[in-house]
Structure formats: structure tokens, C-alpha cells
């Protein structure tokens, strides 16, 4: 069984600064890719930022030069250090990670249970 459990929302004042954690457990392997994604109320979820095994990253244009992806692959942790916040960030953030589990062939994706971000104006 593999989890992935998400910390570190709240709310913050526009400007602001927030950041996420999400940490992988269970029986794995190895982890692949890991990525963030937020959905607001009433809009489908959508991606924010990516980052490989290797360390490239890949951020949507809305949040280039205010968000920073990273992780630490010996605690099997991804972060999203995000900075300037505005209110149109608000969103439920969802942490998601490739995994190859120790017990299965293949690699399949898994989520976060979800950590809500406001940001008020």
C-alpha cells in the first residue's frame, strides 16, 4: 500500500507565502515524476508544477516566477514553496506522484488526499 499525505495549507493575505509538503510511505520502489495540482471551486484540476526523478521541473504560466518545485528524494518528500500569493491561487492542492511499488509491476499514479490553500484579499 502506498499513501501520500499532504501538509502545510492554510490561509494567507494576498503577497503572501505558503508552503506545501507532501510525503510518500508505503511499499515503494521507486518514485518517477512527482507534481502538484489545485482545483477551485467550480473548475476542473489542473496542473501546477512537475518535477522528475532527476530534478527538471515544468510549471504552468500562471504561477512561473512565484512558485518553486522541489523534493528530497532519501525522505521520499516533494514541497511547493509558492510566494506572492494572489487570491486567484485559491484552490484545493493536490499532490500526485508516479510510483513503482515494491509488490506490483508498473508504474501508477497517486494522489494526495487534497490541503486547501485560501488566499483572501
Known amino acids: 500500500q502506498v499513501q501520500l499525505v499532504e501538509s502545510g495549507g492554510g490561509l494567507v493575505q494576498a503577497g503572501g507565502s505558503l508552503r506545501l509538503s507532501c510525503a510518500a510511505s508505503?511499499?515503494?520502489?521507486?518514485?518517477?515524476?512527482m507534481g502538484w495540482y489545485r482545483q477551485a471551486p467550480g473548475k476542473q484540476r489542473e496542473l501546477v508544477t512537475t518535477?522528475?526523478?532527476?530534478?527538471?521541473?515544468n510549471y504552468a504560466d500562471s504561477v512561473k516566477g512565484r512558485f518553486t518545485v522541489s523534493r528530497d528524494n532519501a525522505k521520499n518528500t516533494v514541497y511547493l514553496q509558492m510566494n506572492s500569493l494572489k487570491p486567484e491561487d485559491t484552490a484545493v492542492y493536490y499532490c500526485?506522484?508516479?510510483?513503482?511499488?515494491?509488490?506490483?509491476?508498473?508504474?501508477?499514479?497517486?494522489w494526495g488526499q487534497g490541503t486547501q490553500v485560501t488566499v483572501s484579499s
Open positions: 508505503g511499499s515503494i520502489f521507486r518514485i518517477n515524476a
Open positions: 518535477i522528475t526523478g532527476l530534478g527538471s521541473t
Open positions: 500526485n506522484a508516479d510510483i513503482e511499488s515494491k509488490y506490483r509491476v508498473g508504474i501508477r499514479g497517486y
